[in-house]
């Protein structure tokens, strides 16, 4: 049986989604943020964001690149959506959704000798590095996080298959953060693919089919709506209280 594999999506392949600036009478409470994992599938109209976007019934502003990477760099100003923290910026929202990580350790450390990237991405404990700088930062303009998790292929070889370990410690030290900061959620999507499911994935055995992403944006979407009727309801009963945002 073949190890399961951490797929790190975000080659320099698909089409960047739309990055739109936010107006400031936007209506828009849902940004989305990252690499191809968010990206992929967008010129079919099935990406994550889309998806989300159909499920709750509301508009979602998508800034995610393909290839786009969690560590910053001196890109020039046409280049700085290659990097997840430059594609967020400061707006009306309720949620952002991110994905991002796997780009650094694949083609950062070639998900060898990653322990210095790691770090500078996210330290063991969850509480340093640019990870949490940019959910602190998003959770200090009053949004919640949703962290997407990357997807397993349990029983496929994959061109990734050595980025396992690697993958499995970030997202570690991801949900570890999310369970000591409020606001953060870490959404595993380790399960998403079945034992052999070929069909889950592009061509390339790297990507998400388009049923893939459906079913990431679906999974994305219970989890906004849940956390938003727990919300409405706090709210309810106790008008005067202000809601916090807590898991």
Known sequence: MLKKSVLFVG???????????VSKDSQVRILAIGDS???WNSVLGSSIPKVIAEELN???IDHSVSGARMLTRDYSPDKKGFAVPYQYEKGPWDWVVVTGGGNDLLFGCGCGRCDKVMDQMISKDGLSGQIPDLFRRIRADGAR??????LRS??????IEHCKDDGDEMEARIARLAGQEEGIVFATMAHIVP?????YFAPDLIHPAR?????IGERLSRIIRDFDAKDKERASSDPERPVILSE
């Open 11 to 21: 080659l320099l392949l698909g089409l960047a989604t739309c990055q739109g600036a």
């Open 37 to 39: 994992l968010m990206a």
């Open 58 to 60: 509301e508009p979602v």
């Open 145 to 150: 996080v949703l962290y997407s998790g990357y």
């Open 154 to 159: 349990p029983n496929l070889l994959t061109p």
């Open 195 to 199: 034992p052999g499911g070929l069909t």
């Open 211 to 215: 049923k893939t992403s459906r079913l």
